[in-house]
């Protein structure tokens, strides 16, 4: 079956300017995440949503920040007056039910902020 | 604050030599601990994880870790290695209580398998 989809597969942009990262879960799976990773750093959680519930902003870095997930599917991450050290590759996981669950990740986002 | 520790940055082996990355967690209480593997061009995709039970887990493509609680640490061994074990590995813990919902990873290490 399809697997987790991101999209765009790269994106370059100038400092200062917004960007949306876009996710396509599998279909099913009520838990998505976003995580980013940096050069030579592990993967960082970001955000977390699960069903209905109020998501896990825990891990966004600053309120330039933000994501939403509508009708429990597809989700969306904003960076807003992006920075160079905002330049990762932003991946997204999806699972059936919850954060112990096998996560299925994406291809990533490689986001380049010159 | 959690974390998990990944010593080994860059691996380099001839295939047929065994295999062994080193893990530690922080956490104090009942912990669930995952491998994740990344193969050149390829998705993250989950190795092996352990939630309870038999300390000694068993994964894919031969690949097994061991939960040693005393020692905090949840190490990747393999036998011997082969060319297509060459990829990223990362390490990552759940603490399940609380409200504690996000998989920390470790850095990853780099396994270069070499003919």
């Known amino acids: 079956g399809a697997g987790v989809s991101q999209s765009p597969s790269n994106k370059v942009t100038e400092k200062g300017k917004d960007v949306e990262l876009r996710c396509d879960p599998i279909s099913g799976h009520t838990a998505l995440y976003w995580y980013r990773q940096s050069l030579g750093q592990g993967l960082e959680f970001l955000i977390y949503f699960q069903g209905n519930s109020a998501p896990d902003k825990s891990g966004l870095p600053s309120d330039r920040f933000s994501a939403e997930r509508t009708g429990g599917s597809v989700s969306t991450l904003t960076i807003q007056r992006t920075q160079q050290e905002d330049s990762a590759v932003y991946l997204c996981?999806?699972?059936?039910?919850?954060?112990?669950?096998?996560?299925?990740f994406g291809p990533g986002t490689r986001l380049t902020v010159l | 604050a959690q974390s998990v520790s990944q010593h080994n940055h860059h691996v380099i082996l001839s295939e047929a030599a065994s295999l062994e990355l080193g893990c530690n967690y922080s956490?104090?209480?009942?912990?669930?601990l995952f491998w994740y593997v990344q193969y050149p061009g390829q998705h993250l995709q989950l190795l092996l994880k352990y939630f309870s039970g038999d300390p000694l887990v068993k994964g894919i493509k031969g690949f097994e870790a061991e939960f040693i609680k005393s020692k905090f640490s949840f190490n990747l061994r393999k036998p011997s290695v082969q060319w297509s074990d060459t990829a990223e590995y990362f390490c990552a813990a759940l603490a399940p209580t609380g409200t504690a919902s996000k998989l920390t990873f470790g850095t990853g290490t780099r396994l270069q398998v070499t003919l």
């Open positions: 956490y104090g209480g009942t912990v669930n």
């Open positions: 996981a999806s699972s059936l039910i919850g954060p112990g669950d096998t996560q299925y």
